[in-house]
């Protein structure tokens, strides 16, 4: 469950407000309704609530009756417009370590809206994008903003004729709108299964001309944090998330996730439970991300898929993803390859 009350700073409301005042809308009233004064938007020290923030790009939304507003918004999010993370990322000795950064810190940006993780398919790199918003308005918003800001650091950082080989979106082709391929100058993939970027797995490792590792461990430091600050609003269920993500497919048994909070199996599930909650609800949510995944681009057979997320009876696992997808495994990396022709 996302944490409402988890916070991001204004720079991402700037220049939402920036885009939408060129495009002729005035929004101080809205702004003023919401708690915010329009002066003061360049403050350093604010910051808004994820509730707050989602408040608004749905009234934003609304107001523009402009559905592709989260490109519009993230052909502005440069690196500069993520403090001490934009900063480290150009100092990154390749993209690799800067995939492995982003992966690390994001939350600490997005107020947890979103996380992503990287994966190696054949001779390409597959950079997922995960989205946490709490009601289906601001998801677009969200994953666009985020993609368009991504690809603004990669285009910075990588040498030339380097672009993204594709993108990959959930939601539905705006009808008649190329905004999307001109900004990402790539093939982009509507109504997929999940939302990712695609890169040459060859240039992972290239240096990059905009390092500096000094810069680069001064940045990191203040990344880190800036995390730790986050960590005082993070709600328990979204840190044993976090927690059981850095495990891999080989999950944490409850005693573990216990353990690493320092509390006894008793307090954890009677915490988890206030949060209306559980170790089993986390881990199968976990478990049903990380079979897609591997059903969408692994080779492996069904059971092998099951034996790593750790069912020790492959029938218990394609009852368990006939459950979250109402399909069997089968059926939906068959539907997957489909959708990829």
């Given at each position: 469950?996302?944490?409402?009350?988890?916070?991001?700073?204004?720079?991402?409301?700037?220049?939402t407000?920036?885009q939408?005042?060129?495009?002729?809308?005035?929004?101080?009233?809205?702004?003023?309704?919401?708690?915010?004064?329009?002066?003061?938007?360049?403050?350093?020290?604010?910051?808004?609530?994820?509730?707050?923030y989602?408040?608004?790009i749905?009234?934003?939304?609304?107001?523009?009756n402009?559905?592709?507003?989260?490109?519009?918004?993230?052909?502005?999010?440069?690196?500069?417009?993520?403090?001490?993370?934009?900063f480290?990322?150009?100092?990154?000795?390749?993209f690799?370590q800067?995939?492995?950064?982003?992966?690390?810190?994001?939350?600490?940006r997005?107020?947890?809206?979103?996380?992503?993780?990287?994966?190696?398919?054949g001779?390409?790199?597959?950079?997922?994008?995960?989205?946490?918003?709490?009601?289906?308005?601001?998801?677009?918003?969200?994953v666009?903003?985020?993609?368009?800001?991504?690809k603004?650091?990669?285009?910075?950082v990588?040498?030339?004729?380097?672009?993204?080989?594709?993108?990959?979106?959930?939601f539905?082709?705006?009808?008649?709108?190329?905004?999307?391929?001109?900004?990402?100058?790539?093939?982009?993939y509507?109504?997929?299964?999940?939302?990712?970027?695609?890169?040459?797995?060859?240039?992972?490792?290239?240096?990059?001309?905009?390092?500096?590792?000094?810069?680069?461990?001064?940045?990191?430091?203040?990344?880190?944090?800036?995390?730790s600050?986050?960590?005082?609003?993070e709600?328990?269920?979204?840190?044993?998330?976090?927690?059981?993500?850095?495990?891999?497919?080989q999950l944490p048994?409850?005693?573990?996730?216990?353990?690493?909070?320092?509390?006894?199996?008793?307090?954890?599930?009677?915490?988890?439970?206030d949060?209306?909650?559980?170790?089993?609800?986390?881990?199968?949510?976990?478990?049903?991300?990380?079979?897609?995944?591997?059903?969408?681009?692994?080779?492996l057979t069904?059971?092998?898929?099951?034996?790593?997320?750790?069912?020790?009876?492959?029938?218990?696992?394609?009852?368990?993803f006939?459950?979250?997808?109402?399909?069997?495994?089968?059926?939906y990396?068959?539907?997957?390859?489909?959708?990829?022709?």
């Open positions: 469950m996302l944490n409402l009350s988890a916070t991001l700073p204004t720079t991402y409301l700037r220049l407000v920036k939408i005042t060129d495009m002729g809308f005035d929004v101080s009233e809205t702004l003023r309704r919401k708690g915010f004064d329009p002066d003061n938007l360049d403050d350093p020290s604010m910051r808004l609530t994820v509730k707050q989602c408040q608004f749905e009234s934003m939304l609304a107001l523009t402009e559905p592709e507003l989260g490109i519009l918004v993230g052909r502005r999010l440069m690196f500069n417009a993520h403090g001490a993370l934009g480290a990322a150009i100092n990154c000795e390749n690799l800067l995939l492995n950064l982003a992966q690390k810190f994001i939350s600490a997005t107020g947890q809206l979103l996380s992503i993780d990287y994966e190696h398919v001779d390409f790199t597959h950079v997922n994008m995960y989205e946490y918003s709490p009601n289906e308005i601001p998801k677009r918003f969200t666009e903003t985020f993609a368009a800001a991504i603004n650091v990669y285009t910075f990588a040498p030339p004729d380097s672009n993204l080989h594709s993108v990959h979106f959930t539905p082709k705006i009808y008649g709108s190329d905004l999307a391929e001109r900004f990402f100058e790539c093939p982009v509507y109504g997929q299964a999940s939302n990712y970027m695609v890169v040459r797995s060859d240039f992972l490792k290239k240096p990059l001309t905009t390092a500096t590792y000094a810069s680069y461990s001064e940045a990191v430091d203040l990344c880190s944090r800036e995390l600050g986050l960590g005082a609003s709600s328990l269920p979204d840190k044993v998330r976090r927690f059981m993500r850095g495990k891999g497919y048994s409850f005693a573990e996730v216990a353990e690493h909070f320092s509390m006894t199996t008793r307090s954890m599930h009677r915490k988890l439970k949060d209306e909650t559980s170790y089993k609800k986390l881990s199968e949510e976990i478990r049903h991300e990380y079979a897609a995944k591997m059903l969408r681009h692994n080779k069904i059971q092998e898929i099951a034996f790593n997320l750790g069912y020790s009876d492959v029938a218990n696992f394609r009852r368990a006939k459950r979250w997808e109402n399909k069997s495994p089968m059926e990396r068959e539907s997957m390859l489909e959708d990829r022709n």
